[in-house]
Nanobody, 121 residues
């Protein structure tokens, strides 16, 4: 079974940066579409960014385009989310996700436990 463990969350000021990491065990990241979701207080969980299973195609939520970058290191079985120009509205618990589908779906097969990102004004 695939297991996902996020790290790198924390408290930052608006305009700052963070890089989240997702360590994957069980199978290589090259065999799954990989991505990130987030859930802010009082809101539904929303899609943030993802790789297709082949790692060629990427997709981003409109709210983070130009600010966030998803990447992966297949040798380390790790997926990253570089977050720049952070805004208070980016405050949320960020979840790593893996899906057996070629393209990440709204209901991935595997989830990490999440890491908290808090952006102050």
């Amino acid at each position: 079974q695939v297991q996902l463990v996020e790290s790198g969350g924390g408290l930052v000021q608006a305009g700052g940066s963070l890089r989240l990491s997702c360590a994957v065990s069980g199978h290589s990241v090259r065999y799954y579409s990989m991505g990130w979701f987030r859930q802010a207080p009082g809101k539904e969980r929303e899609f943030v960014a993802a790789f297709s299973r082949n790692g060629v195609n990427t997709d981003y939520a409109d709210s983070v385009k130009g600010r966030f970058t998803i990447s992966r290191d297949s040798a380390k079985d790790t997926v990253y989310l570089q977050m720049n120009s952070l805004k208070p509205e980016d405050t949320a618990v960020y979840y790593c996700a893996a899906d057996t589908l070629v393209i990440m779906s709204a209901t991935p097969d595997y989830w990490g436990r999440g890491t908290q990102v808090t952006v102050t004004s």
